[in-house]
């Protein structure tokens, strides 16, 4: 290794839009201390939005790549890991996860400063009209009705500037009830489930398929003092067995896992309730609502970012009653 500088090997997963999060998610896992997104897509809007920096380069013509970039440390996990990498990637591929081309290169960069440089671009952020995302690097004192959610990016899948979470986000501040029961599938970071707390629901469960998103959600909930909110690992609504149903389901997701969670939500959702669905990519919006319908639910509303949809869904004999 030679001297003090920490050598870095930035690793590299050409993949889709839709498979971006599913990639990041494995990344993060291995021990990333942040990912990063190269999106060509966004380049072209930047471009046709006349933003100075972009105005010399040239549109992108394939738009349909998005590289996903992490730094893991070279250290004597990097080859397992970089292993596993590519095994968790066929798992996807196994499983028909639209992953794209799923390619993996590394590259080594020495950086004594590079944990710090990073911060350079990820900053407060207001999403809503009253959740606001702070680094806790940096100081924000809240205004008006304003509530603040604690998150570090880099223990963070799921940060609220990916357009999936934020439409989310908007949506839970018109959803959410005072003391509502609130389940949250998929929790990634618990992004979703600590803002419904703040919002002041009664109680949130957190899930999470995966073991590491949900210690993850818990210091995230640790964090922001949410003490009304559970992290626990679950397939889907699972570990809701047992428990009352809920009044808001929140699923930020992807389509495939959406449209598995409709054999279970009839059981699950209190008479009334809705779900929010987001993580849809635009071309597999009618694949569920297809799906809703075949189970007896209804999507009442719909909001579109980039090319991602986020969905209020409801049973279609309680807006029969209404």
């Known amino acids: 290794m030679g001297g003090d500088v920490m050598r870095w090997a930035q690793v590299s997963v050409v993949t889709t839009h839709e498979g971006t999060d599913l990639i990041g998610n494995i990344l ?20 046709d939005a006349g933003l100075w920096d972009y105005t010399d380069l040239p549109r992108v013509e394939d738009t349909e790549t998005v590289t996903v970039r992490a730094y893991l440390p070279e250290d004597e996990r990097l080859e397992s890991s970089l292993l596993t990498l590519t095994e968790r990637i066929e798992g996807l591929r196994r499983a028909d996860a639209p992953i794209g081309a799923g390619t993996v290169s590394h590259a080594f960069v020495a950086d004594e400063d590079w944990a710090e440089t990073w911060k350079v671009y990820i900053h407060t952020e207001k999403i809503g009209r009253r959740i606001v995302v702070r680094p806790t690097w940096e100081e924000y004192t809240p205004s008006g009705d304003e509530i603040v959610i604690d998150l570090d990016p880099g223990a963070a899948f799921g940060t609220g500037a990916h357009a999936t979470t934020a439409m989310c986000l908007r949506w839970l501040e018109r959803l959410v009830c005072s003391r509502m029961r609130v389940c949250d599938v998929g929790c990634g970071s618990g992004i979703l489930a600590i803002a419904a707390s703040k919002l002041g629901a009664g109680e949130v469960i957190a899930m999470d398929y995966d ?89 009442l509303d719909m909001t579109c970012e980039k090319e991602w949809a986020a969905m209020i869904i409801r049973r279609t004999a309680d807006l029969e009653e209404a």
């Not at 959600?217 to 809701?240: G, M, R, Y």
């Open 28 to 47: 993060m896992e291995l021990g990333a201390a942040g990912t990063e997104i190269d999106d060509p897509s966004l380049v072209n809007e930047y471009i």
């Open 211 to 299: 073991p590491v998103a949900v210690s993850v959600a818990e210091e995230n909930i640790k964090q922001n003092h949410v003490t009304n909110v559970v992290a626990l690992q679950s397939d889907l609504l699972a570990a809701c067995q047992g428990m009352p149903p809920a009044e808001l389901i929140t699923a930020n997701i992807i389509a495939d896992i959406i449209i598995r969670l409709f054999d279970q939500l009839d059981q699950y959702l209190a008479p009334g309730g809705a779900l929010l669905a987001s993580g849809i990519i635009d071309d597999r919006i009618d694949d569920v609502e297809r799906a809703a319908k075949e189970h007896g639910f209804t999507v």
